[in-house]
């Protein structure tokens, strides 16, 4: 996110536009926490996580209330045109917002990647590094100990990152809100490596799968004497939305700031700019507030092929 709140920064300074940085996300823009942003502010940020600005998840904005109160207080102070990084809520939040007339521009960025009008989003590349690091740390014990093991990774609704996590660090079995698998075809598969003579036996679950980490854990721990062997878990949490991005995300943070400047210099609103083909573009918010991508099953079975 600060690779785009500093191409947003540059390009805008480029065309003669005066920038302020909305800090605290929904909250700050209904109360006016606003502050300029120069292009010295904006320097040295790009190798953090995160965001400069601060984040909130506001349940005030949500309200139509909230919402006019944004619109009322960027009306007084003069700013003509918005840009809202974010994911599924903030995108929802920015759609809401340019129904009262407001220029809105959105960047597309969550760790999910479960929105639709971009192939990949802001912070994608980084979380999946992270758990596939994780992965690879897990399987040198899996392998030395012959354990069987379980990686919880982020993903709320949706299982993208277990998946990518999945295919690229070698698990033997993935579990994701999408398609469900119940514990015993868990156990099932982890017993199955074993008998095909593997080493090592790791699940990756999503956190917002039914069956998480917590409830595969407690299965496991009840039928653990019929099951026939221990399986151990690591939950990453919020360590996989922290730490310096990767290249790829510092360069897709860059392209699709400069591409919201862009869309706002071309009198664009209501739309969110993402990367489709490696092509920068710009999709309406409408087509996208309140829905999601979907993953793609048949990335799921190759997952399930490539753990024979
Ligand atoms: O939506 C991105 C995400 O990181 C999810 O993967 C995760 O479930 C959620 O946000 C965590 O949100 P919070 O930090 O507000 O608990």
């Given at each position: 996110m600060n690779?785009?709140?500093?191409?947003?920064?540059?390009?805008?300074?480029?065309?003669?536009?005066?920038?302020?940085?909305v800090?605290?996300?929904?909250?700050?823009?209904?109360?006016?926490?606003?502050?300029?942003l120069?292009?010295r502010?904006?320097?040295?940020i790009?190798?953090?996580?995160?965001?400069?600005?601060?984040?909130?998840?506001?349940?005030?904005?949500?309200t139509?209330?909230?919402?006019?109160?944004?619109?009322?207080?960027?009306?007084?102070?003069n700013?003509?045109?918005?840009?809202?990084?974010?994911?599924?809520?903030?995108?929802?939040?920015?759609?809401a917002?340019?129904q009262l007339?407001?220029?809105?521009?959105?960047?597309?960025s969550?760790?999910?990647?479960?929105?639709?009008?971009?192939?990949?989003?802001?912070?994608?590349?980084?979380?999946?590094?992270?758990?596939?690091?994780?992965?690879?740390?897990?399987?040198?014990?899996?392998?030395?100990?012959?354990?069987?093991?379980?990686?919880?990774?982020?993903?709320?609704?949706?299982?993208?990152?277990?998946?990518?996590?999945?295919?690229?660090?070698?698990?033997?079995?993935?579990?994701?809100?999408?398609?469900e698998?119940?514990?015993?075809?868990?156990?099932?598969?982890?017993?199955?490596?074993?008998?095909?003579?593997?080493?090592?036996a790791?699940?990756v679950?999503?956190?917002?799968?039914?069956?998480?980490?917590?409830?595969l854990?407690?299965?496991f721990?009840?039928?653990?004497?019929?099951?026939?062997?221990?399986?151990?878990s690591?939950?990453?949490?919020?360590?996989?939305?922290?730490?310096?991005?990767?290249?790829?995300?510092?360069?897709?943070?860059?392209?699709?700031g400069?591409?919201?400047?862009?869309?706002l210099?071309?009198?664009?609103?209501?739309?969110?700019?993402?990367?489709?083909?490696?092509?920068?573009t710009?999709?309406?918010?409408?087509?996208?507030?309140?829905?999601?991508?979907?993953?793609?099953?048949?990335?799921f079975?190759?997952?399930?092929?490539?753990?024979?």
């Amino acid at each position: 996110m600060n690779a785009a709140i500093r191409s947003i920064t540059r390009c805008a300074i480029e065309q003669d536009w005066s920038v302020y940085g909305v800090h605290g996300g929904y909250n700050g823009l209904m109360n006016g926490a606003f502050a300029p942003l120069t292009a010295r502010s904006v320097g040295g940020i790009m190798q953090r996580g995160g965001t400069m600005l601060g984040s909130v998840r506001s349940k005030e904005f949500m309200t139509e209330d909230g919402r006019k109160k944004a619109a009322e207080t960027l009306q007084n102070q003069n700013i003509t045109g918005v840009v809202v990084i974010g994911g599924n809520g903030s995108q929802t939040g920015a759609y809401a917002l340019s129904q009262l007339g407001i220029q809105v521009v959105g960047v597309a960025s969550t760790i999910d990647n479960d929105l639709t009008g971009s192939d990949i989003t802001i912070g994608v590349d980084t979380a999946m590094n992270i758990g596939l690091e994780a992965m690879d740390r897990l399987k040198t014990t899996a392998s030395s100990h012959h354990r069987a093991f379980l990686l919880e990774v982020m993903g709320r609704g949706c299982g993208y990152l277990a998946l990518m996590i999945g295919i690229t660090g070698g698990a033997e079995v993935v579990v994701i809100p999408e398609i469900e698998l119940n514990p015993e075809e868990v156990a099932q598969q982890l017993r199955a490596a074993y008998d095909r003579g593997k080493e090592h036996a790791v699940a990756v679950v999503a956190e917002g799968a039914k069956y998480n980490a917590e409830k595969l854990i407690a299965y496991f721990r009840e039928h653990e004497v019929r099951i026939g062997f221990e399986l151990r878990s690591t939950t990453l949490g919020h360590v996989q939305r922290g730490g310096a991005p990767t290249a790829f995300d510092r360069l897709l943070g860059t392209r699709l700031g400069a591409g919201a400047v862009e869309a706002l210099q071309q009198g664009k609103t209501g739309v969110v700019v993402g990367l489709q083909g490696n092509v920068v573009t710009t999709t309406p918010l409408e087509e996208v507030a309140g829905k999601t991508k979907s993953i793609d099953p048949k990335l799921f079975q190759l997952a399930h092929t490539l753990s024979i």
